[in-house]
């Protein structure tokens, strides 16, 4: 969801295509060749091709600077910005993984330990988020991209992330870009009625 909402804010030309995967969860050898790992997603920019979410991200930022997906490079606010598109990428979504799919770690318990990890890295966002709108300085940025994809991961704790309100303003602000619209609908995603309501963005 990242990535695809980020080209779209950038503006750039892009095709889809779809990572088919077999009953036990592999992906096919023409998209290992592409991507060894077999995660998703996979990015190819011509001769380039680049996996995990953050390094597209951070392609991206560099590649399309006008569209200030990153803060500029040297100050404080671009150094927050890598803070928080590793921690996010470190430590949330690897929790969030595992209450998703827990069967995948073999494990007696491990859904209700990562539910308590997730919800304390939510916490911890929602207290930064007290004031403010975006997570680093006064705009967008490509680490909210991140927030709001992981937010809507969010959805299977039992208090769903979305229900923190700092967190929930953001998402509805998130939301609203241009390049998260587009994103949405291509997917063909579907967000709760609540997210219409309540919050401007700034």
Request: aromatic fraction near 8%.
């Amino acid at each position: 969801m990242a990535p695809h909402a980020a080209l779209a804010e950038v503006g750039a030309e892009y095709q889809l295509a779809r990572v088919e995967r077999d009953s036990q969860g592999r992906s096919s050898e023409a998209y290992l060749a592409l991507n060894p790992t077999g995660l998703v997603p996979t990015l190819e920019d011509g001769e380039l091709v680049i996996g995990e979410t953050a390094a597209i991200l951070l392609h991206l930022a560099d590649r399309f600077p006008s569209a200030r997906l990153a803060p500029a490079v040297g100050t404080p606010e671009r150094a927050e910005f890598y803070f928080w598109l590793i921690d996010l990428t470190s430590n949330l979504q690897p929790a969030l993984m595992r209450v998703i799919y827990p069967e995948r770690y073999g494990q007696t318990g491990v859904r209700e330990a990562a539910a308590a990890q997730a919800a304390a890295q939510f916490a911890r966002v929602d207290a930064h988020l007290r004031g403010r709108s975006w997570l680093v300085g006064d705009s967008s940025s490509a680490a909210d991209l991140l927030l709001f994809t992981l937010v809507r991961f969010g959805r299977h704790l039992d208090q769903p992330a979305w229900e923190r309100q700092c967190i929930r303003d953001h998402f509805q602000r998130t939301a609203s870009l241009a390049g998260v619209q587009r994103m949405l609908a291509e997917q063909g995603i579907k967000l709760p009625e609540w997210w219409t309501t309540g919050v401007s963005q700034s």
